[in-house]
């Protein structure tokens, strides 16, 4: 009975986030600290203004406002930078096929993620096309886990949040999707996304 499936990006469609690492790391080199792989594992599914104040708190590095902005600007620049390169090829194993699988019973498909890139990593990866609405950072107040960015993307398909599925791969983005009154299939590992009520490890798994 799911009348809408709403996707969250990175770590579900494609693995931006090590993109994201890149220029984190470039920026927290520049200013004199190393940032680890295992540090990024924070700033999954955490908004861009988000990540950069965790970041510097790893650095144990204070900036006003005009420093701060002057950052988050730098390391969306060299981020943007690199995914200009994405290749179609890049979609995670299954994501397409399942999404051209769950358009040809009639359901309607959104995108629902934090990144203010997302329309641009769609249509780099050309997949743009398998979307009816997409709820994107740019459209959003609330980062997850608040449930706005679902609830407006089940409202941009017509359709009430209990007749949607919501594909998260981040905990705070299953949190959301609980709390948007969806139902969630968490992409990963059932220890950290133990609150979805179905977990695999990715949309592959789901293709039939
Ligand atoms: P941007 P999602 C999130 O995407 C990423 O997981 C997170 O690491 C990133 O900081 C955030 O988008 C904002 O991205 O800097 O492009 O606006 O998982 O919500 O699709
Ligand atoms: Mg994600």
């Known amino acids: ?25 470039s920026l927290a080199n520049q200013l004199g600290f190393e940032f680890t792989e295992t540090d990024n594992e924070r700033l999954k599914g955490v908004s861009r203004v988000e990540s950069l104040r965790i970041l510097l708190e790893i650095g144990g590095i204070e900036a006003d406002e005009r420093t701060f902005n002057e950052m988050a600007e730098s390391k969306n620049k060299e981020y943007v930078a690199s995914i200009a390169q994405l290749q179609p090829e890049e979609i995670l194993p299954g994501a397409k096929t399942y999404l051209q699988q769950l358009r040809s019973q009639g359901i309607k498909i959104a995108l629902g993620s934090a990144s203010k890139n997302a329309e641009f990593i769609l249509s780099k990866l050309e997949i743009a096309d398998l979307f009816d609405a997409v709820i994107d950072g740019n459209k959003v107040a609330k980062a997850k886990p608040d449930p706005e960015v679902f609830i407006s993307a089940s409202s941009a398909l017509g359709l009430d949040p209990k007749d949607c599925v919501v594909f998260e791969d981040a905990e705070a983005g299953v949190q959301a999707g609980k709390a948007s009154g969806s139902k969630v299939v968490g992409i990963g590992s059932p220890e950290i996304l133990s609150e979805a009520d179905l977990v695999v490890p990715g949309l592959a798994a789901l293709v039939k």
């Open 1 to 25: 009975n799911m009348k809408g499936a709403i996707f969250d990006l990175d770590g579900v469609i494609v693995d931006t986030a090590k993109y994201h690492f890149l220029a984190w790391k």
